[in-house]
T-cell receptor, first 112, second 113 residues
Framework: AQSVTQLGSHVSVSEGALVLLRCNYS??????LFWYVQYPNQGLQLLLKYTSAATLVKGINGFEAEFKKSETSFHLTKPSAHMSDAAEYFC??????????FGSGTRLSIRP | NAGVTQTPKFQVLKTGQSMTLQCAQDMNHEYMSWYRQDPGMGLRLIHY???????DQGEVPNGYNVSRSTTEDFPLRLLSAAPSQTSVYFCASRDQGSGGEQYFGPGTRLTVT
């Protein structure tokens, strides 16, 4: 069965600094991987997804993620944090079936 | 398109009461899912459906029932509410295919006293 582990329930960075949110997955078959963002009191919005094409995936708002099969990782990065990036971020995995399983989330805070 | 809609937005129940959370989508998506969101635990899959008449259990199905009589609707029933079911509930839908983007409803905040 697939699963997702997000390392760090809370990450705080300064405005303009690099954002790195970590995600490791477990799947018995080549996975599909997703990053979602949730702003306060809102639903979830897709940031980007990996579907076995390019291993470096670019998403919205300047975020990108790299699929590394050898490390079973799909970490999310952004070169320069903006105050508007403060939100909760969820990594998710889907195998060849129909379920999408989410990680426990990482809350990103941006310091002025 | 309205996307994925959920009603109600807020609900307070007493322990032992039953209720149905409504979810509808107008995108003709085959796959629909229900999640609950609790602090520090992310989103946990309750039940999901791959098409009308087909449902299956997710990670935390106990205490919940679902049915899928039409492509558009996927209601979630709480049989006998318990305080442990206090949570925010999200419905989601997506196209067939494991790589399809999942669209979420705005959520229902449920409190069980």
């Amino acid at each position: 069965a697939q699963s997702v582990t997000q390392l760090g329930s809370h990450v705080s960075v300064s405005e303009g600094a690099l954002v790195l949110l970590r995600c490791n997955y477990s799947s018995s078959v080549p996975p599909y991987l997703f990053w979602y963002v949730q702003y306060p009191n809102q639903g979830l919005q897709l940031l980007l997804k990996y579907t076995s094409a390019a291993t470096l995936v670019k998403g919205i708002n300047g975020f990108e993620a790299e699929f590394k099969k050898s490390e079973t990782s799909f970490h999310l990065t952004k070169p320069s944090a903006h105050m508007s990036d403060a939100a909760e971020y969820f990594c998710a995995v889907s195998d060849a079936g129909s379920k999408i399983i989410f990680g426990s989330g990482t809350r990103l805070s941006i310091r002025p | 398109n309205a996307g994925v809609t959920q009603t109600p937005k807020f609900q307070v129940l007493k322990t032992g009461q039953s209720m149905t959370l409504q979810c509808a989508q107008d995108m003709n998506h085959e796959y629909m899912s229900w999640y609950r969101q609790d602090p520090g635990m992310g989103l946990r899959l309750i039940h999901y459906s791959v098409g009308a008449g087909i449902t299956d259990q997710g990670e935390v199905p106990n205490g919940y029932n679902v049915s899928r009589s039409t492509t558009e609707d996927f209601p979630l029933r709480l049989l006998s509410a318990a305080p442990s079911q206090t949570s925010v509930y999200f419905c989601a839908s997506r196209d067939q295919g494991s790589g399809g983007e999942q669209y979420f409803g705005p959520g229902t905040r449920l409190t069980v006293t």
